[in-house]
């Protein structure tokens, strides 16, 4: 799995599930189908049919990786909640599945973005929906000022050829979710399909993803993410512990103990490379470990957690941190993880390196310390191989 989100988004944003997106949508006065989160498979829905039942993990492409099921009695709806819940879907265990009342109408494309280089927003919109949209060539945009109204003028140019019907319940629409993103502080907000007809237009998904940095400042969104620990754990650990550490893997063999976002990156993108399969991304941030090897061990902890561990690779890259007293930390958190039965290797590179490797040479004999990455990349391979 990319670290793109890293499931998908940046280490700094965060995808909601599709009720939570909707949820954020209909308190913005967008229009969404009648719908119910189960999570369990006995649960009776009193929602009039057909029905979809989505799974609801923090990923994309659900759809054509079986996560989407379309359902014209109540008996499918139980086979495919019962058969979705417990499974696992792009690296995702299914927890909680969405039945909803199926939307009609033709299907457009609807979003607005926040884009960086121009310190303003993007509005898209498509002429159809549906999962092949980056490929149909049917996507417009333009952008604008931070305002919802630019973004109106803006939808309104790329709406101009649409049945006049429902042109302005569109109009509405999107200046909505351009309200809704700079309310939210989002980094995106994707409408995809969006039905429409001249009965309404409704929202049959959503897509939203959440700025974690802007969190403190929004308790609705704050409140989501904490109510799903389990959904949301990458996020709810980034907030509880102010630091990253996102699960890439949960069959991951190689546990990373890493800091510095783009250093953490090319390694995992050098041991994909070598077939290895890492865990996780970490960007612990020594600094601010004042003494006491609690970070490490909350780290050691998550990673020990999964079976198919088979190394821990700790790779830091020091600046103004003394490597020696970071080798004391790493060491007592070690010898306090009683879990952490797979061989750690150690790159560290930086300031007071050569006491660093006295240290951890003395307190963990047989644990290879270098600065060579190579060497550390190959002891990965070596472990990982024997394990295997």
């Not at 969404?32 to 993990?57: E, L, M, R």
């Not at 759809?63 to 109540?74: E, F, H, L, P, Y």
């Not at 121009?118 to 509005?123: A, E, I, K, N, T």
Request: negative net charge; contains cysteine.
């Amino acid at each position: 799995m990319s670290p793109m989100g890293f499931s998908a988004w940046g280490r700094s944003e965060v995808l909601l599930i599709e009720a939570d997106g909707k949820t954020l949508l209909a308190s913005h006065g967008i229009p969404v189908p009648k719908g119910v989160v189960v999570t369990d498979a006995a649960a009776s829905v009193a929602i009039d049919g057909p029905w979809i039942v989505k799974a609801q993990v923090p990923a994309g492409g659900r759809g054509k990786a079986g996560g989407i099921v379309r359902c014209t009695s109540t008996d499918a709806v139980s086979d495919a909640v019962h058969r979705l819940l417990g499974s696992r879907l792009k690296g995702h265990r299914i927890d909680a599945c969405l039945v909803e009342q199926a939307a009609q109408g033709q299907e457009r494309y609807l979003a607005v973005m926040v884009d960086a280089a121009s310190y303003g927003l993007r509005v898209i919109y498509a002429d159809q929906g549906g999962v092949e949209i980056e490929q149909s060539g049917s996507a417009h945009s333009r952008l604008c000022a931070l305002d919802a109204d630019a973004v109106a003028e803006a939808l309104a140019d790329l709406i101009a050829n649409e049945p006049p019907a429902w042109r302005g319940q569109v109009a509405a629409i999107g200046k909505a979710l351009a309200e809704m993103l700079i309310a939210q502080e989002l980094a995106l907000a994707e409408i995809n399909p969006l039905f429409v007809g001249e009965a309404g237009c409704v929202a049959g998904d959503a897509k939203i993803v959440v700025d974690l940095n802007a969190v403190d400042r929004q308790p609705t969104i704050a409140a989501m993410i904490a109510a799903r620990p389990d959904i949301y754990a990458d996020a709810n650990r980034k907030i509880a512990e102010g630091f990253d550490y996102v699960e890439l893997d949960p069959e991951g063999e190689i546990g990373l103990v890493t800091t510095g976002a783009g250093l953490s990156m090319m390694l995992i993108d050098e041991l994909t490379a070598r077939g290895a399969k890492p865990l996780n991304f970490c960007d612990i941030r020594t600094g601010q470990m004042r003494g006491s090897p609690a970070r490490l061990l909350r780290v050691l902890g998550w990673i020990t957690a999964h079976a198919s561990l088979k190394a821990i690779l700790v790779n830091i890259f020091a600046g103004i941190t003394d490597l020696g007293e970071f080798a004391n930390l790493l060491a007592a958190a070690i010898q306090q993880t009683p879990d952490l039965r797979v061989p750690v290797v150690a790159r560290l590179v930086g300031r007071n390196a050569a006491e660093a490797r006295r240290i951890l040479n003395a307190a963990q004999p047989g644990m290879l310390v270098t600065e060579d990455l190579s060497e550390a990349l190959a002891r990965m391979e070596a472990v990982v191989e024997a394990g295997r």
